[in-house]
Protein backbone atom coordinates (compact mmCIF):
# COMPACT_ATOMS: atom_id res chain seq x y z
CA UNK A 1 0.00 0.00 0.00
CA UNK A 2 1.39 3.49 -0.82
CA UNK A 3 1.40 6.04 1.81
CA UNK A 4 0.91 9.42 0.88
CA UNK A 5 1.76 12.65 3.04
CA UNK A 6 0.83 16.02 1.92
CA UNK A 7 2.21 19.53 2.43
CA UNK A 8 2.63 23.12 1.38
CA UNK A 9 -1.15 24.34 2.06
CA UNK A 10 -1.56 27.33 3.47
CA UNK A 11 -2.87 30.62 3.49
CA UNK A 12 -2.70 33.08 0.56
CA UNK A 13 -4.01 36.09 -1.08
CA UNK A 14 -6.61 35.61 -4.43
CA UNK A 15 -4.19 35.95 -7.22
CA UNK A 16 -1.66 34.15 -5.50
CA UNK A 17 -0.07 30.98 -6.39
CA UNK A 18 0.81 27.46 -3.51
CA UNK A 19 2.86 24.37 -4.76
CA UNK A 20 1.25 21.56 -2.94
CA UNK A 21 3.42 18.37 -2.65
CA UNK A 22 2.54 14.65 -2.42
CA UNK A 23 5.08 12.54 -1.32
CA UNK A 24 4.47 8.90 -0.90
CA UNK A 25 6.09 5.91 0.29
CA UNK A 26 6.24 2.75 -1.17
CA UNK A 27 8.08 0.77 -3.99
CA UNK A 28 5.05 0.90 -5.98
CA UNK A 29 4.58 4.73 -6.02
CA UNK A 30 5.69 4.96 -9.75
CA UNK A 31 2.92 2.23 -11.07
CA UNK A 32 0.39 4.76 -9.14
CA UNK A 33 -1.81 6.92 -11.03
CA UNK A 34 -2.65 9.43 -9.11
CA UNK A 35 -4.97 12.38 -8.50
CA UNK A 36 -5.52 15.61 -6.50
CA UNK A 37 -9.34 15.94 -4.65
CA UNK A 38 -10.42 18.84 -2.74
CA UNK A 39 -13.06 19.33 -0.16
CA UNK A 40 -14.91 22.39 1.32
CA UNK A 41 -16.63 22.65 4.28
CA UNK A 42 -19.98 21.46 4.05
CA UNK A 43 -19.27 19.96 0.55
CA UNK A 44 -18.28 16.91 -0.77
CA UNK A 45 -15.12 15.80 -1.93
CA UNK A 46 -14.52 16.87 -6.07
CA UNK A 47 -12.19 16.20 -8.55
CA UNK A 48 -9.21 18.71 -9.46
CA UNK A 49 -6.90 17.13 -11.46
CA UNK A 50 -5.18 13.94 -12.41
CA UNK A 51 -1.65 12.22 -13.78
CA UNK A 52 -0.68 8.40 -15.51
CA UNK A 53 2.29 7.08 -13.59
CA UNK A 54 4.38 7.56 -17.17
CA UNK A 55 2.81 11.15 -16.48
CA UNK A 56 1.67 11.04 -20.43
CA UNK A 57 -1.60 12.06 -19.64
CA UNK A 58 -3.37 14.74 -17.31
CA UNK A 59 -6.83 16.23 -16.91
CA UNK A 60 -7.94 18.87 -14.79
CA UNK A 61 -11.59 19.76 -13.42
CA UNK A 62 -12.90 23.00 -15.84
CA UNK A 63 -12.85 25.13 -12.54
CA UNK A 64 -8.85 24.59 -12.50
CA UNK A 65 -7.96 24.52 -16.24
CA UNK A 66 -5.44 26.60 -17.22
CA UNK A 67 -4.72 27.86 -13.17
CA UNK A 68 -3.42 24.34 -12.04
CA UNK A 69 -0.97 22.15 -13.31
CA UNK A 70 -0.03 18.48 -11.97
CA UNK A 71 3.09 16.94 -12.29
CA UNK A 72 5.08 13.89 -10.68
CA UNK A 73 8.77 13.25 -9.75
CA UNK A 74 8.79 9.11 -9.78
CA UNK A 75 12.46 9.51 -8.99
CA UNK A 76 11.29 10.73 -5.60
CA UNK A 77 7.96 9.33 -5.48
CA UNK A 78 6.37 12.71 -5.73
CA UNK A 79 3.23 14.61 -7.33
CA UNK A 80 3.06 18.55 -7.34
CA UNK A 81 -0.20 20.46 -7.94
CA UNK A 82 0.94 24.05 -8.66
CA UNK A 83 -1.78 26.61 -8.64
CA UNK A 84 -1.83 29.99 -9.57
CA UNK A 85 -4.58 33.23 -9.60
CA UNK A 86 -6.62 31.38 -6.68
CA UNK A 87 -9.12 32.31 -5.73
CA UNK A 88 -11.29 32.28 -2.26
CA UNK A 89 -13.86 29.63 -3.87
CA UNK A 90 -10.73 27.32 -4.40
CA UNK A 91 -10.73 27.44 -0.35
CA UNK A 92 -10.62 23.75 0.74
CA UNK A 93 -8.99 20.61 2.16
CA UNK A 94 -6.55 19.47 -0.78
CA UNK A 95 -6.14 15.51 -0.74
CA UNK A 96 -3.69 13.47 -3.15
CA UNK A 97 -4.66 10.06 -4.38
CA UNK A 98 -2.99 6.66 -5.68
CA UNK A 99 -4.18 3.95 -7.24
CA UNK A 100 -2.20 1.11 -8.71
CA UNK A 101 -2.03 0.62 -12.41
CA UNK A 102 0.19 -2.37 -13.27
CA UNK A 103 -0.77 -2.79 -16.93
CA UNK A 104 -1.85 0.41 -18.46
CA UNK A 105 -0.78 4.45 -18.41
CA UNK A 106 -4.73 5.51 -17.45
CA UNK A 107 -5.84 7.98 -14.90
CA UNK A 108 -9.03 8.44 -12.94
CA UNK A 109 -11.12 11.37 -11.91
CA UNK A 110 -13.59 10.06 -9.52
CA UNK A 111 -13.18 9.66 -5.79
CA UNK A 112 -14.12 5.59 -5.50
CA UNK A 113 -11.67 5.19 -8.37
CA UNK A 114 -8.77 5.78 -5.47
CA UNK A 115 -7.73 3.40 -3.02
CA UNK A 116 -5.01 5.50 -1.00
CA UNK A 117 -5.67 8.63 0.32
CA UNK A 118 -3.38 11.38 2.20
CA UNK A 119 -4.67 13.16 5.54
CA UNK A 120 -5.20 16.44 3.67
CA UNK A 121 -3.83 19.93 3.23
CA UNK A 122 -5.86 23.60 3.94
CA UNK A 123 -5.54 25.77 1.23
CA UNK A 124 -7.19 29.35 2.47
CA UNK A 125 -7.74 32.08 -0.19
CA UNK A 126 -8.16 35.47 1.14
CA UNK A 127 -10.38 37.76 -0.76
Known amino acids: QVQLVESGGGLVQAGGSLRLSCAGS????????MGWFRQAPGKEREFVAAISWLSTRTYYADSVKGRFTISRDNAKNTVFLQMSSLKPEDTADYYC????????????????????WGQGTQVTVAS
Open 97 to 116: AARQELYSDALFVKVRDYDN
Open 26 to 33: GRTFTRSA
